[in-house]
């Protein structure tokens, strides 16, 4: 199975400043069909996940667009470009490419 | 409006069995693959099993193969996960959840799964 390794794993942020997650692969996320089944899911406690990037660098709907998603390959990235108070919660990582998908262990982001 | 209801959770003795349902609305259910996704507590989350649209082709993790079967009806907009021979480890959180790959990614609210004697 595809690993997907997290970085780190517990976030403490200020109001207002940047935050960035990184995700790594252990094999490439390059489809056969050119795609790259890279995704993001926020999580609240209590809560579903919810998508908030796929295919790398696609936001879904009604996502703010101080989130961005980046990276190729096996190397990806989640930035926030300022933290809101509605930006806790845990955020993972997901591959699509290989089944079984996989995600990442988890990042907490909590306010400091 | 998307919706997506699962149904079928509770308390299970281990070796015991259960079938998960979920009721999907508010889009066209038989052109998507659909799946369901777990969470033990406390803990990440994990791809249980794939369903594709209309030629019913299924995938599942290791973890699960030859317990778990995923199942759809078209005709009633159902999401079916029969668990066999359920363990444990199996005490999760299941989510009925669109294919996440594309656009319009959905999750249900989830029904717990507890096994335990």
């Known amino acids: 199975d595809v690993v997907m390794t997290q970085s780190p794993l517990s976030l403490p942020v200020t109001l207002g400043q940047p935050a960035s997650i990184s995700c790594r692969s252990s094999q490439s996320l390059v489809h056969s069909d050119g795609n790259t089944y890279l995704n993001w899911f926020h999580q609240r406690p209590g809560q579903s996940p919810r998508r908030l990037i796929y295919k790398v660098f696609t936001r879904d709907s009604g996502v703010p667009d101080r989130f961005s998603g980046s990276g190729s390959g096996t190397d990806f990235t989640l930035k926030i470009s300022w933290v809101e108070a509605e930006d806790v919660g845990v955020y993972y990582c997901?591959?699509?490419?290989?089944?079984?998908?996989?995600f990442g262990q988890g990042t907490k982001v909590e306010i400091k | 409006e998307v919706q997506l209801l699962e149904s079928g959770g509770g308390l299970v003795q281990p070796g015991g069995s259960l079938r998960l349902s979920c009721v999907a609305s508010g889009f066209t259910f038989s052109s998507y693959a659909m799946s369901w996704a777990r969470q033990a507590p406390g803990k990440g989350l994990e791809w249980a099993s794939l369903?594709?649209?209309?030629?019913?082709?299924?995938?599942?993790p290791d973890s699960v193969k030859g317990r778990f079967t995923i199942s759809r009806d078209n005709s009633k907009n159902t999401l079916y996960l029969q668990m066999n021979s359920l363990r444990a480890e199996d005490t999760a959180v299941y989510y009925c959840a669109t294919d996440p790959r594309f656009g319009g990614s959905y999750f249900g609210p989830g029904t717990l799964v507890t096994v335990s004697s």
């Open positions: 369903i594709s649209g209309t030629t019913t082709n299924t995938y599942y």
């Open positions: 997901m591959q699509g490419t290989h089944w079984p998908w996989t």
